[in-house]
C-alpha cells in the first residue's frame, strides 16, 4: 500500500538529487505563537536551514496526506488554520483517516521523517518526564519515540518545565544517547545549563553524523538526541528562569490544568512571567537548532559519498 505521503516540489528535488534534508516540526506553527509571527519564524527556520547547507522539510497532516515540507502558500494556510489537532504517535493515523488538520509533534515529526527517509531533525526541546509523574505518570511520548525511531533530533535539550534529571534517567534506560553539543553540562531550553551533566559530549557536527551512521550499521534501534544549548546572548539563566517556572506550574496545579494542555498553558504562563523574554529565546535557541542539523544533515550525507 502506497503511504500517505506528499513531498514539496523543493523536497522532492532535493530527494531527486540526494541533497541533505532536515525535518521540521509544525506544532511550533499552530500552538507556539499567533499568526503572523509563528509563520515569520517558520521562515526564518528554514532559511537557517538553507543557509546551512540543507533543504527545510516542515512537517504537518494536511487533506489526508502527510506533507513533507510545506509551499509558502501551505505554511500561511497552517498558520491560520483552527481546530488544528496536536499529534503523537497515538493519533496521528486517527488524523489523517478522519481528514483532519494536524500539526506534528517532537515524537509524529520523527515518525514521518523515517517514512520520507530523513535522517535529521530540528526542534525547540523535546518533551519529557513532567514534575510528580510517580503519581501522575506523565511522560511525553517523544522519550520512547527517541528509544524506537532512528533519526538524530537536535534540541536545546528538554524543556526547563520539566523534572529534566528523572528525563535523562529514562533517556539512559531505554538506550538513548543523549550528545551535549561543545560543553559538558546538558542546557535546559532557555538556559545553557541545566546544573546537571550531559552522558555524552561532542564538539563537531562530523562526530555526530558518524555516531548516526554506526548506530545503523550496528543494528541499534532508536535515535540520538543531540543536546544544542542556546546561544549565551540568548539566554535566560537558570537562576532567573526558576521562579517563573515554579510559579507557572503552581497557577497549572492550581487551574487543573493536566495531559496535553499542560505544556502549552505553562509556556504561555512563562511568557507573560518574562515578559516576552521566553518566546525571544524559544526562537533563538530554534534557529540555533536548525543550523547544527543542517550541518549534520551534510556531513552524513559527505560521509555517505566517501564511504
Known amino acids: 500500500m502506497t503511504l ?20 521540521l516540526e509544525s506544532t511550533i506553527i499552530t500552538h507556539g505563537m499567533p499568526f503572523p509571527q509563528n509563520v515569520e519564524t517558520a521562515r526564518l527556520v528554514e532559511a537557517e536551514v538553507r543557509a546551512h547547507g540543507a533543504i527545510p522539510a516542515t512537517i504537518a497532516i494536511m487533506d489526508r496526506r502527510i506533507h513533507i515540507g510545506l509551499t509558502s502558500v501551505q505554511l500561511d494556510q497552517l498558520g491560520q488554520a483552527t481546530n488544528v489537532a496536536k499529534l503523537s504517535r497515538a493519533d496521528l493515523a486517527a488524523c489523517l483517516a478522519s481528514g483532519g488538520t494536524g ?17 535529521v531533525f530540528a526542534t525547540g526541546g523535546i518533551g519529557g518526564v513532567h514534575r510528580a509523574a510517580e503519581t501522575s505518570f506523565d511522560i511525553s511520548a517523544d522519550l520512547p519515540e527517541l528509544a524506537q525511531t532512528p533519526v538524530t533530533v537536535v534540541a536545546a535539550g528538554a524543556k526547563a518545565i520539566l523534572d529534566l534529571p528523572k528525563t535523562l534517567e529514562y533517556l ?12 559538558d ?15 555524552l559530549r561532542m564538539d563537531a557536527a562530523a562526530q555526530i553524523a558518524a555516531a548516526h551512521l554506526l548506530r545503523g550499521r550496528l543494528n541499534i534501534p532508536g535515535g540520538q538526541l543531540v543536546a544544542n544549548p542556546i546561544p549565551p546572548a540568548d539566554e535566560i539563566p537558570r537562576a532567573e528562569i526558576m521562579p517563573h517556572i515554579e510559579a507557572a506550574l ?26 516576552g ?7 533563538a535557541l530554534v534557529l540555533n537548532n536548525a543550523r547544527l542539523a543542517a550541518r549534520i544533515a551534510v556531513e552524513i550525507g559527505k560521509a555517505r559519498r566517501d564511504s
Open 172 to 183: 539512559e534506560t531505554h538506550g538513548v544517547p543523549v550528545i551535549a553539543f561543545g560543553q
Open 277 to 283: 523574554r521566553s518566546l525571544t529565546a524559544n526562537i
Open 103 to 119: 500539526s506534528t509533534t517532537v515524537a509524529a515529526t520523527m515518525i514521518c521523517a523515517k517514512l520520507a527517509g530523513i535522517e
Open 250 to 275: 503552581a497557577d497549572a496545579e492550581a487551574q487543573g490544568i493536566a495531559a496535553k494542555a499542560v505544556t502549552p498553558f505553562l509556556l504561555s504562563r512563562i511568557f507573560e512571567l518574562t515578559q
Open 4 to 23: 500517505p505521503l506528499k513531498f514539496s516540489p523543493e523536497v522532492a528535488k532535493a530527494r531527486a538529487d540526494g541533497a541533505p534534508i532536515v525535518a
Open 185 to 199: 553540562d546538558f542546557p535546559a531550553f532557555w538556559s545553557r545549563s541545566s546544573g546537571l551533566k550531559a552522558p
